[in-house]
Nanobody, 122 residues
Framework: QVQLVESGGGLVQAGGSLKLSCAAS????????MAWYRQAPGNQRELVAS???????NYSGSLKERFTISRDGAKNTVLLQMNSLKPEDTAIYYC????????????????WGQGTQVTVSS
């Protein structure tokens, strides 16, 4: 089984920065896409950013101006650098990965982390 463990969340003032980290552990063949999602109270979970195994990135809306996703493929770790944080960025941030457990698997399993709270005060 694969586990995703997030870290780096916390409380920060508006305009501050945080860096989230998500590390995959367990036994698997490879991970293709890794992503960060977030869910604010009363809202649906939404994509923040994603990155493929060849480091192609995708961002939601204008978040690219303030957020940067990166990946250490050798360590199966994905990072999210968040700058110029705003109160509306307050949410639980979840790590997500597409995991191929065995080399002969045709499908990738979707795995979620437990989430890390980010709170931005005004």
């Amino acid at each position: 089984q694969v586990q995703l463990v997030e870290s780096g969340g916390g409380l920060v003032q508006a305009g501050g920065s945080l860096k989230l980290s998500c590390a995959a552990s367990g036994t698997f063949h490879q991970i293709n896409i890794m992503a960060w999602y977030r869910q604010a109270p009363g809202n649906q979970r939404e994509l923040v950013a994603s990155i493929t195994s060849d480091e192609t990135t995708n961002y939601s809306g204008s978040l690219k101006e303030r957020f940067t996703i990166s990946r250490d493929g050798a360590k199966n770790t994905v990072l999210l650098q968040m700058n110029s944080l705003k109160p509306e960025d307050t949410a639980i941030y979840y790590c997500n990965a597409g995991v191929q457990e065995y080399s002969y698997d045709l499908m990738y399993d979707t795995v979620w982390g437990q989430g890390t709270q980010v709170t931005v005060s005004s």
